[in-house]
């Protein structure tokens, strides 16, 4: 891990010189503003784009957007998610993927995190979480600035009050060319790209909201006979409206024969692109399509300039975890 002296500065390490640093909310009118300021820090995440708290209020969540400024710069962010807990007055707060801000910056990580109690004591919050997309060694052990802060590091590397912490990533500066990219894929992953093209299979990007709800009719009967959760279609109708129809997105198709089979839904912001999720029912494994899916999706962030490629976990099962490996990520140990 860095030590305080290689990357986090002292709390009053302010210079009277400088401009005083402010915390701001920016609402829906600015969302262009926030995205284009957002986007230029070097440990933006998809997660941290406007449009992610709009999917998220789909779940009862309701987002808000501050900014920290110094003069006329900006200096970090932070979206925060508040939903009500039922009959009782209180609530609890997420930052997903949040705060944004330079490592070296502990005035601006300040500055949020007060507006933030602020807000939690507004709300009754019975408690604030964060997950910052910051790699563990980028937090110094002796002088963390979040412990400082009164925040607790969990001990789960994933749960249902976390995300994933340890993540499979490709990073796609790795390649000059679709050539030296497809390389990067194990013999395995690469022969079952050719099969499914062999086989007729079709990858395409989706065209209308009708092709949503084929895909979404054919991942919903995926995850039911797989047994794990799938949000409804107002969530999957939210990431469309916010990332996909915006060019900040795309759900890959996979078609056989004229008929929708499965796909993957992608998300772009900031020169990064992440995997939301991804599906094809049993009777189709032959045609390979997950693998031909997941390829398109990579080709796609790398022509769109994407310096990675990112899985939201590294498998939830051995399975999940096979298959992923199989695309040559590198694994991702994040705060958390």
């Known amino acids: 891990m860095k030590s305080a002296e290689n990357g986090f500065g002292d709390w009053s390490d302010m210079n009277g010189s400088e401009p005083e640093l402010t915390v701001r909310e920016i609402d829906a009118s ?26 998220r209020a789909v779940d009862g969540w309701s987002p808000a957007y501050y ?16 939903k009500q807990i039922p009959f009782c007055g209180l609530s609890i707060m997420y930052a997903p993927r949040g705060p944004v801000f330079r490592p070296s910056d502990r005035q601006t990580l300040k500055v949020l995190l007060d507006r933030i109690r602020t807000e939690a004591r507004k709300n009754r919050a019975i408690f604030f979480r964060i997950d910052p997309h910051l790699r563990e060694g980028e937090i110094p052990e002796r002088a963390d600035p979040f412990v400082q802060a009164g925040l607790l590091h969990l001990k789960h590397r994933w749960s249902y009050w976390n995300t994933p912490r340890d993540v499979y990533r490709i990073d796609l500066t790795q390649a000059r060319n679709e050539e030296e990219l497809f390389l990067l894929l194990n013999n395995d992953a690469r022969r079952c790209v050719r099969k499914s093209r062999k086989d007729g299979l079709v990858i395409r990007a989706a065209e209308s909201l009708d092709e949503l709800k084929e895909f979404y009719a054919v991942y919903s009967e995926f995850t039911i006979k797989k047994g794990f959760m799938s949000r409804g279609f107002l969530y999957q109708r939210a990431l469309w409206d916010e990332f996909i129809s915006r060019g900040r997105g795309r759900l890959f198709l996979a078609v056989c024969e004229g008929k929708i089979i499965g796909g993957i839904i992608n998300l772009m912001f900031g020169r990064k692109c992440l995997d939301m999720h991804m599906g094809t029912p049993y009777q189709y494994r032959k045609l390979q399509s997950p693998y031909a899916y997941v390829w398109e999706s990579i080709k796609w962030a790398k022509e769109n300039g994407c310096f990675w490629y990112s899985f939201r976990g590294v498998g939830a099962t051995p399975s999940q975890e096979f298959f992923k490996r199989k695309f040559s990520p590198e694994v991702i140990a994040l705060a958390g």
């Open 30 to 55: 600015q969302r262009e503003y926030w995205d284009r300021e957002v986007a230029q820090f070097e440990n933006v995440h998809p997660l941290n784009a406007f449009g992610w708290g709009q999917v």
């Open 67 to 82: 900014m920290a400024k110094r003069g006329q710069t900006v200096t970090g962010a932070i979206m925060v998610l508040t």
